[in-house]
């Protein structure tokens, strides 16, 4: 068995050759797409590992042409443009794999030993070839080319998949970059926020109702599900989902249609499902919260979302898109120094993406310079950053209380609602930060009512809309 290999850095072609040799493969090696060309028309090679960028051009714009001419052996794609539009083109040509550098060597050859076993190559490449301006992520820092492979490794099915990560790190555009370069993309794409809508309208939302169905309902309504026909349906905070709901959204998964409340007539649904939580759900599972069943129906290709502390290398890369962004928007054009760009890498953005994104766009309109630098953007990040906490039980909230009585020092007999007033409205802020500005989430997360705290929210002067979120 033969494999014909095409990179232009010697010292990689070495340990390629040696990795496969030692799998019992021999190995040409060549470095130009013509030589590519010449050897595959006076031989027949198991597989072509190839690079992206070669002396006379771009390695993946030709493989269309080889892919047609020697359909039955299998290709893997290596490169150094760690990019999501990279993976999707090396997804586009029907490669077996792709590989973004630096790489195991040892994956590699295993990769090789399957794609030449299987004897076929992926099924067919994505016909948009124009796909690569304006795509929804960024960042490639090896935490997040785990998650274009695993994107790419989608886009020709329509198997389930289950996003997971933290708030803020980007969930639902990576649904929306699934559906926007899959075979749906024609569809509709719906988002639907499971956490977000009532318990006891849910199911009305997801399938549907029929007139008379309940007080209210003057005429049919379609439900997500019919709405996302040919489409995808994305279902967010699926963690949580009431239980009765789940059992419902179950039944619809495993039939492929639903009935809509109040109905008696099953529909049929072509819709892809992708769903998203930021929470762990095998403990949900434990505690009789979410079902198991629904968990293995959904979780069918998961894929994890890193956190921006994990993907630090991200962050220069995101902090000046969102600078164009924000310049697109109609704020001040600046531009982001190495220093400013580093200072940026060392925070913690506990929010991840979305965090750094609102604090960017604050940025663009507050610096007075139009090159933000590390001086410039120190002040900027004091006022978002919170004081240092002190070691020992209590020790940041007795300093923080001690600190407040100093500068703020109410009048007497009114110390202690101001105190209140003072603690609640971080207290609310943070909680409606973590449910997305959802008050139903945010008040039972406080255990309190929730016209309680839309009460105190008005007195506070906390507006929910701001800390609404996109996944």
């Known amino acids: 068995m033969t ?18 040799e030692a799998e019992g493969f021999d190995v040409v090696h060549c470095d130009t797409i013509v030589q590519r060309d010449c050897l595959l028309d006076n031989q027949r090679f198991s597989a072509l590992v190839t690079d992206v960028m ?53 994956e590699l050859a295993r990769t090789v030993r399957q794609a030449v076993g299987a004897g076929t190559v992926m099924a067919e490449s994505v016909e948009d070839g124009t796909i690569g301006e304006g795509l929804p992520l960024v960042g490639r820092s090896a935490a997040m080319q785990t998650v274009y492979r695993m994107i790419t490794r989608v886009l020709r099915n329509d198997l389930t998949v289950l996003i997971l990560g933290e708030s803020g790190t980007g ?39 029929e007139k008379g169905a309940f007080t209210g309902a003057v005429a049919r309504h379609l439900g997500k599900f019919e709405q996302a026909e040919g489409g995808t349906l994305f279902l967010d905070e699926i963690g949580d989902m009431p239980m009765q709901a789940q059992t419902r959204l179950l039944r619809a998964l495993q039939s492929g249609s639903i009935r809509r409340v109040g109905g008696r007539e099953e529909v049929k649904v072509d819709a892809r499902i992708v769903a998203a939580t930021n929470k762990d759900l095998e403990p949900l599972i434990a505690a009789g919260q979410f079902r198991e069943d629904l968990y293995y129906r959904l ?63 604050r940025m663009a309109l507050l610096a007075r310079e139009d090159t933000i630098d590390a001086a410039n953007l120190t002040p900027l990040l004091d006022q978002v950053r919170p004081a240092p ?30 105190a209140l007033a003072a603690f609640e409205r971080p207290l609310f802020a943070e909680i409606l930060r973590e449910t997305g500005g959802n008050q139903v989430r945010a008040a039972q997360q406080l255990g309190i009512n929730r016209n309680t705290l839309r009460k105190r929210l008005g007195e506070l002067a906390l507006d929910p809309e701001e800390f609404a979120r996109r996944s």
Do not use: C
């Open 389 to 418: 906490a002190e070691t020992g039980e209590g020790g940041a909230i007795d300093t923080a209380v001690s600190r407040w009585l100093a500068e703020v020092r109410p009048v007497s007999g009114t110390v202690y609602d101001a």
């Open 3 to 20: 494999v014909l290999l095409v990179e232009d850095d010697a010292s990689i072609a070495i340990v390629i050759t040696a990795a496969l």
């Open 171 to 209: 969930k639902e555009l990576v649904a929306e970059a699934i559906h926007q370069l899959g075979g749906r993309r024609d569809g509709p794409f719906v988002a639907v926020n499971t956490a977000a809508i009532p318990a006891e309208l849910i199911e009305s939302e997801l399938f549907g109702h």
């Open 299 to 361: 979780n069918v290709v998961p894929i994890t979302l890193p956190a921006l502390r994990e993907r630090t290398d991200d962050i220069p890369a995101l902090a000046r898109h969102f600078l164009k962004a924000a310049a697109a928007e109609g704020l001040p054009r600046r531009q982001l120094s190495s220093d400013a760009a580093a200072l940026l890498s060392r925070q913690s953005w506990r929010g991840n993406v979305r965090e750094l994104r609102n604090f960017v766009y």
């Open 54 to 106: 070669l002396p006379d051009g771009d390695g993946i714009e030709t493989l269309g042409g080889v892919h047609e001419r020697f359909p039955a052996m299998p290709i893997i794609i290596l490169s150094a443009q760690n990019t999501l539009d990279t993976a999707v083109r090396a997804s586009d040509t029907g490669a077996f794999e792709y590989f973004p550098k630096p790489f195991d060597i040892d």
